[in-house]
């Protein structure tokens, strides 16, 4: 018995696929793809959901999702479900060459299965990216809330009224999502991700913003940054890292098809050459020895 709700799921449609593969498609199509979190239950997915169609009378005019099975199952060397993916793709390929040229009504259907089924996937994906920028906005939030009890011993000294501002601004973000969250109200999750959207959808400005508010909280570890001529903006993308995300997840986020050149012009100013040790695990360690932390 599989542990998870998509294995039981994934299990309980290829039961079905014999005697019910209607059952079995509408199972297979509402299943959130959120639930397939790994490439064994992406393949299998495809796998099940391309034979469900075909059981059910409906053509694809190519084979985009059973090659989702397929390149999985032959880079594992999985031979029977690499066979089981062959001769169903054998028989998509050869239904789809039976389909008349004027059946617009088919291939119409066929063309909006496949765009449903691979738009599912990437709102999956994009959802994935937009929590991996909410944790950094969290940290940088979380950073705020320190900023705050340090500045509650030190009085006497003023803090940056600009930083200040961006504190207040992120907390009362914090809030909402906090609220949100603790809330079973669906106009309240929405209210929280608006705010997180306006928060980081002018990039620039969010990097930047980032640097300032780090800068309170870390100045040592700013400041050598800005020693070896970092500018506002690449401090910030700095700063991205050191609060946990990838360089895959940096990339996505400032949108840039640049992101490698930056990248690379930014270690060369860090002093760390093309093959040196991962820059987010460089960047946390020097905030570790500069702050302590």
Same mark, same amino acid.
């Given at each position: 018995?599989?542990?998870?709700?998509?294995?039981?799921?994934?299990?309980?449609?290829?039961?079905?696929?014999?005697?019910?593969?209607? %059952? *079995?498609?509408? #199972?297979?199509? %509402?299943?959130?793809? %959120?639930?397939?979190?790994?490439?064994?239950?992406?393949? &299998?997915?495809?796998?099940?959901?391309?034979?469900?169609?075909?059981?059910?009378?409906? $053509?694809?005019?190519?084979?985009?999702? =059973?090659?989702?099975?397929?390149?999985?199952?032959?880079?594992?060397?999985?031979?029977?479900?690499?066979?089981?993916?062959?001769?169903?793709?054998?028989?998509?390929? +050869?239904?789809?060459?039976?389909?008349?040229?004027?059946?617009?009504?088919?291939?119409?259907?066929?063309?909006?299965?496949?765009?449903?089924?691979?738009?599912?996937?990437?709102?999956? +994906?994009?959802?994935?990216?937009?929590?991996?920028?909410? /944790?950094?906005?969290?940290? *940088?939030?979380?950073?705020?809330?320190?900023?705050?009890? &340090?500045?509650?011993?030190?009085?006497?000294?003023?803090?940056?009224?600009?930083?200040? #501002?961006?504190?207040?601004?992120?907390?009362?973000?914090?809030?909402? /999502?906090?609220?949100?969250?603790?809330?079973?109200?669906?106009?309240?999750?929405?209210?929280?991700?608006?705010? =997180?959207?306006?928060?980081?959808?002018?990039? +620039?400005?969010?990097?930047? $913003?980032?640097?300032?508010?780090?800068?309170?909280?870390?100045?040592?570890?700013?400041?050598?940054?800005?020693?070896?001529?970092?500018?506002?903006?690449?401090?910030?993308?700095?700063?991205?890292?050191?609060?946990?995300?990838?360089?895959?997840? /940096?990339?996505?986020?400032?949108?840039?098809?640049?992101?490698?050149?930056? $990248?690379?012009?930014? &270690?060369?100013?860090?002093?760390?050459? +093309?093959?040196?040790?991962?820059?987010?695990?460089?960047?946390?360690?020097?905030?570790?020895?500069?702050?302590?932390?």
């Amino acid at each position: 018995m599989h542990d998870s709700d998509a294995e039981r799921l994934l299990d309980n449609a290829e039961a079905h696929l014999e005697m019910h593969p209607d %059952s *079995a498609f509408v #199972e297979l199509d %509402s299943l959130d793809r %959120s639930q397939l979190n790994t490439s064994a239950l992406r393949a &299998r997915h495809a796998l099940l959901y391309s034979i469900a169609l075909e059981k059910c009378g409906i $053509s694809m005019m190519n084979d985009s999702i =059973i090659n989702i099975a397929l390149d999985y199952y032959s880079n594992k060397g999985d031979q029977e479900n690499t066979e089981t993916a062959r001769i169903w793709r054998k028989i998509i390929l +050869e239904h789809a060459g039976t389909v008349a040229i004027a059946d617009t009504l088919q291939r119409q259907n066929s063309r909006i299965i496949q765009e449903r089924y691979a738009d599912k996937f990437e709102l999956v +994906e994009k959802r994935r990216q937009a929590w991996a920028i909410i /944790v950094a906005a969290l940290g *940088a939030l979380a950073s705020c809330i320190m900023i705050i009890r &340090r500045y509650a011993y030190r009085l006497k000294q003023k803090p940056d009224d600009e930083a200040m #501002e961006l504190i207040r601004q992120r907390l009362a973000v914090l809030d909402k /999502v906090l609220a949100s969250h603790i809330s079973s109200d669906d106009k309240a999750y929405r209210i929280s991700e608006e705010e =997180i959207e306006n928060l980081i959808a002018d990039r +620039e400005s969010f990097l930047i $913003s980032t640097k300032i508010v780090f800068k309170e909280n870390h100045p040592k570890f700013i400041s050598i940054l800005e020693q070896k001529g970092l500018t506002d903006w690449e401090t910030g993308y700095c700063c991205l890292y050191t609060l946990g995300l990838k360089g895959k997840e /940096v990339g996505e986020f400032i949108q840039k098809k640049r992101h490698y050149i930056i $990248s690379s012009e930014i &270690r060369k100013k860090l002093g760390l050459g +093309e093959h040196d040790t991962n820059i987010g695990i460089w960047l946390r360690r020097l905030l570790s020895e500069t702050e302590g932390i």
